[in-house]
């Protein structure tokens, strides 16, 4: 009863909320619409109740409600649009109707008013043709009655062994009186070999005949590109820095993957949980490439946890006392 309170929007798989957990938050409520990642959050999270729904049929009278809250009493409104539509590892479209699911959560902002709201996105909103959206977004969420600010956050910089940009937007309720205040990066970054110590083993699917063919012609660093000219993006990782983004990209095992950096194979579930801050306990449910998925979509657990916990120290314990 004594904890900060957080609902979470597009959750996933549930990266954002073991964030949260690990910050000492309570979390009242988990929605998201893709059935695979709502299994994995039931067996990870069994204490938080979660709706699959669409999040276009859901009121916030409904949430209120169901988790029997005032308007403006939550401490917490966490979403992570999905964001394919922006991003440079795939087809780059303006028009994408899942960019402005973005209004979804605005409208949410509105019915609920919480105290803070904290949406992620992938930094390709602002790169290049996207940036009109990313002017749109601000703006609109400007129009709230929040003081908003916007950052792009490094996630090897707090704790996570991957080199992994997200912009992170951050509004503060403007009765708080409070600006909104980011964690600052720790440069002490790990490193995979650090990361996958004592990791245990798992079987992994086979690659591709034509990835096969060049695998082990790659060095540590080397895109099959460089060793084929095709320039599909599969790298065999450096075993000394962070990994490169792990990416929910959908394609042929092995184009467009990493590669382990001794091996000739894609990584195991162990592996990307170790290199994403996931706990090695952390059941994901589904195939190899469903985990993929939800380990690609997710938000850092550790990344999470380091913006929760400045928030909850500097915002809310500043504020209201529990």
């Not at 910089?157 to 990066?185: A, C, S, T, W």
């Not at 650090?194 to 245990?200: G, Q």
């Not at 962070?242 to 894609?266: D, Q, S, W, Y």
Request: hydrophobic share 40%; glycine share 6%; charged share 30%.
């Amino acid at each position: 009863m004594n904890k900060f309170t957080v609902i979470s929007i597009f959750a996933g798989c549930g990266g954002s909320s073991l964030g949260y957990k690990l910050a000492g938050f309570k979390e009242l409520l988990a929605i998201d619409f893709d059935k695979n990642a709502e299994e994995t959050f039931r067996i990870n999270f069994p204490e938080i109740p979660f709706w699959n729904k669409d999040i276009k049929t859901i009121k916030g009278q409904d949430i209120i409600n169901f988790c029997n809250i005032k308007k403006g009493e939550l401490d917490i409104l966490d979403g992570s649009p999905p964001c394919q539509g922006f991003s440079t590892a795939g087809k780059r479209k303006v028009i994408d109707e899942r960019n402005d699911l973005f209004k979804e959560y605005v409208r949410l902002i509105n019915d609920l008013e919480p105290k803070i709201f904290i949406m992620e996105n992938v930094s390709g909103m602002i790169k290049g043709k996207m940036k009109g959206k990313f002017i749109e977004i601000m703006k609109t969420l400007k129009e709230l009655d929040y003081n908003v600010k916007c950052k792009l956050l490094n996630a090897m910089y707090y704790n996570v062994p991957q080199n992994r940009q997200r912009l992170f937007f951050i509004g503060i309720r403007k009765d708080l009186n409070k600006e909104p205040i980011f964690p600052k990066p720790n440069y002490n970054v790990i490193t995979v070999k650090e990361a996958l110590k004592n990791v245990k083993f798992e079987e992994v699917p086979e690659l591709t005949k034509s990835v096969k063919l060049y695998v082990n012609k790659m060095k540590q660093g080397q895109s099959l590109s460089d060793v084929n000219g095709k320039g599909y993006q599969t790298i065999r990782i450096y075993y000394h820095k962070p990994c490169p983004t792990l990416a929910k990209l959908k394609a042929a095992i092995g184009f467009g993957m990493l590669i382990h950096p001794t091996e000739n194979r894609v990584l195991s579930i162990a592996e990307m949980k170790r290199l994403s801050s996931f706990p090695d306990d952390f059941i994901f449910s589904g195939k190899w490439i469903d985990a993929k998925q939800r380990i690609g979509n997710a938000v850092m657990p550790n990344q999470m946890k380091a913006i929760a916990e400045i928030l909850k120290k500097e915002i809310l314990e500043k504020g209201i006392k529990k």
